[in-house]
C-alpha cells in the first residue's frame, strides 16, 4: 500500500501543479487584455487624440488609450467645461483631426482613422 499512496501523493501534486500554471496563464492573458485596453498604440497604427476646445481661452490635445470611445472624449470634455470638442488621430508623419463640434454632437471620423 505504501507504493500506491505515493502515487496517489504525486498524481495530485502533478494535478495541483497544472491547475497552478493554468492559473497563471488566465492571470496573464487578463493582465494583457487590460493593458492592451489601456496602451496607446503605435504613431505606425495611430494613437486617438481627444481634442477639446474652449473658444477664446484655450485648447488641449489629449492622447488617450485605444480604449476611448468618442462618448469618453465628449464626457472629458464636459468634465472640463468645454463648449467644442474633436477627435483625432497622431500618426508618425502627422495628426489627422475632425472638424470641432459643440459638445452632444458626434464628431466625423478622422480621415486616416485610428480606431474611433
Known amino acids: 500500500m505504501p507504493n500506491e499512496r505515493g502515487r496517489d501523493s504525486a498524481y495530485w501534486v502533478a494535478v495541483a501543479a497544472l491547475i497552478g500554471a493554468l492559473g497563471s496563464i488566465a492571470v496573464s492573458v487578463i493582465q494583457t487584455e487590460a493593458a492592451n485596453k ?3 498604440g503605435s504613431l505606425e497604427e495611430g494613437q486617438k487624440l481627444c481634442h477639446v476646445d474652449w473658444p477664446y481661452h484655450f485648447a488641449d490635445g489629449l492622447v488617450v488609450p485605444k480604449s476611448w470611445s468618442i462618448n469618453v472624449c465628449l464626457d472629458y ?7 467644442e470638442y474633436a477627435i483625432g488621430c497622431v500618426f508618425a508623419d502627422g495628426i489627422v483631426l475632425s472638424p470641432n463640434v459643440v459638445l452632444g454632437a458626434v464628431p466625423q471620423t478622422p480621415t486616416r482613422n485610428c480606431g474611433w
Open 38 to 40: 489601456r496602451s496607446l
Open 77 to 83: 470634455a464636459k468634465l472640463g467645461g468645454a463648449t
